[in-house]
């Protein structure tokens, strides 16, 4: 089965700076989608972005313009790189990957998460 690993979450200031990091132990294909969510306690899991293995990106209004997602499907990884923090953005965050089998059949692993915390 595959496996994601989220790294790269701590304390941070606001108005801080955080990258995180995703690998996946299978190898990336061009209809996958990698994203990133996040969830805090009492709070409904939110898609903050993804990106396609073509690079298509897409973000949520709430962290466009200071969220920038990337990935380098050589090392099976994809990043979030997170700017301009505030304590609306403390969350749990999660990676995952989500695509299709050759024998057309769906797939969605999530990764176990990685808590981020922004403190005023």
């Known amino acids: 089965q595959v496996q994601l690993v989220e790294s790269g979450g701590g304390l941070v200031q606001a108005g801080g700076s955080l990258r995180l990091s995703c690998v996946a132990s299978?190898?990336?294909?061009?209809?996958?989608?990698m994203g990133w969510s996040r969830q805090a306690p009492g709070n409904q899991r939110e898609e903050v972005a993804n990106?396609?293995?073509?690079?298509?990106?897409q973000y949520a209004d709430s962290v466009k313009d200071r969220f920038t997602i990337s990935a380098d499907n050589a090392k099976n990884m994809w990043y979030l790189q997170m700017s301009s923090l505030n304590a609306e953005d403390t969350a749990i965050y999660y990676c995952d990957l989500r695509g299709t089998n050759p024998w057309s059949s769906s797939y969605h692993y999530w990764g176990q998460g990685t808590q981020v915390t922004v403190s005023s």
């Open positions: 299978g190898r990336l294909a061009t209809g996958d989608i």
């Open positions: 990106i396609t293995f073509r690079g298509r990106t």
